[in-house]
């Protein structure tokens, strides 16, 4: 086996915190921060939003209202560029808008009713961004088990060009939608179509469907594939799978069992989500019960134990790309480490971030992160 392992160093870790006196507030802006880069936000609004909320408070309510307010704010300007004509401002808008919104919902428990409002408001808003990029981003619709699993597909042109395409599967607590800034835009910059779907566990799948996730997640996986697979823009014998976070998990066991994908990536790897996330990051707890459909800690447990790769790990046995951060406080990099150590395919690359892009996803460090791994789908899918 072909081990390449690279380390980002640097004299002290580049952390951005709005807000010091949380820990958890202070790490998820900075993953709407690395978004501002490629329209996900705008660093001024955010640090608007930040400067009203302030830098004491840990009032959670607080949290909420300022955001949705600025998710609010910002569609207004979005449709109002929309009726004066102004195309180009409304898309970005309408964009920004999305991401304020998820934001918002963030940190609220999973059966508060403004965690659905939040979410019909912010992902129209994506859509309405998507209606007017010039037919670049598609909503699509995969049968699935008696409903649909919806999501986008996004192309670098019109031009309907054969090319290599990857499924990039998100993690607990994303939206499709979010993908697209969450290194999404990387891919069709190279060339290559992009594919975001709410499988199992999220977004509306979760939310409306009551599509809980599943361990075998290769079914899901193969219900897209076999959907894409049919488009004349898409080449059958280029596919990659990529997932962040949970998605770590996801994607490579998609991988395990379905011969159409040609190279697969973990933006975060693991071993056991039971202990690699669930036991090691508490404060997500009740969001990974609520993606399980899991009435309690005792069932969580019970159900996330078999999220595993124990027994299937040999079945990879394509390129593999994996990335994680030694700072991660959500995602164990132990789990990551002997997920690595197990796989027994010959062409695997372990990049290991120990300062800048340490942390959960490489939020500080993310025009990067992305780059290196979509520059590593370039090569294995021949794109």
């Not at 007017?132 to 670098?156: K, N």
């Not at 490579?252 to 975060?268: G, S």
């Not at 939020?363 to 370039?378: E, G, K, P, S």
């Amino acid at each position: 086996m072909t081990h390449a392992a690279t380390e980002a160093t640097s004299d002290a870790l580049s952390i951005i915190e709005l807000f010091p006196q949380d820990e958890d507030w202070s790490l998820q802006t900075m993953r709407l921060l690395a978004q501002v880069a490629v329209g996900g936000a705008d660093l001024f609004e955010c640090a608007r939003t930040a400067a009203r909320i302030g830098n004491i408070t840990t009032d959670g309510e607080v949290w909420q209202r300022e955001w949705n307010r600025t998710a609010e704010e910002v569609a207004a300007t979005a449709a109002a560029a929309l009726d004066a004509g102004d195309v180009t401002t409304a898309r970005r808008a309408f964009f920004r808008s999305c991401s304020y919104y998820r934001h918002s919902e963030f940190f609220l428990s999973s059966n508060d009713p403004r965690r659905e409002q939040a979410y019909r408001a912010g992902t129209a808003n994506f859509q309405k961004a998507a209606e007017l990029s010039g037919g670049l981003i598609e909503r699509i619709s995969i049968p699935f088990e008696g409903t649909t699993m919806d999501g986008y597909f996004i192309r670098p042109d019109a031009s309907g060009k054969n090319r290599a395409t990857v499924l990039f599967l998100g993690g607990a607590d994303s939206w499709a939608e979010e993908l697209y800034f969450l290194g999404g835009t990387e891919f069709p910059a190279r060339d290559m179509n992009l594919v975001v779907v709410d499988t199992p566990g999220r977004g509306s799948s979760l939310r409306f469907k009551e599509l809980y996730s599943r361990p075998d997640y290769e079914v899901p996986v193969k219900a897209i594939l076999d959907v894409i697979e049919r488009r004349d823009d898409v080449d059958e014998n280029r596919l990659g799978l990529a997932g962040v976070s949970f998605g770590g998990y996801y994607a490579p066991r998609a991988a395990a069992f379905e011969p159409r994908v040609k190279a697969v990536a973990a933006w975060c790897g693991t071993w056991s989500i039971l202990t690699d996330f669930y036991e090691f990051y508490p404060p997500l707890r009740e969001q990974l019960q609520w993606l399980s459909g899991s009435k309690d800690d005792e069932e969580a447990r019970r159900k996330l134990a078999e999220f595993t790769f124990e027994g299937i790990i040999d079945k990879i046995d394509i390129p593999v790309y994996v990335m994680h951060g030694t700072s991660d406080i959500i995602m164990d990099i132990d789990g990551a480490r002997k997920f690595v150590d197990a796989l027994t395919t010959d062409d695997v690359t372990f990049d290991v971030y120990d300062a800048a892009g340490s942390l959960h996803c490489s939020y500080d460090y993310l025009a990067v992160a992305a780059a290196r791994l979509t520059d590593w789908f370039v090569h294995k899918l021949d794109a």
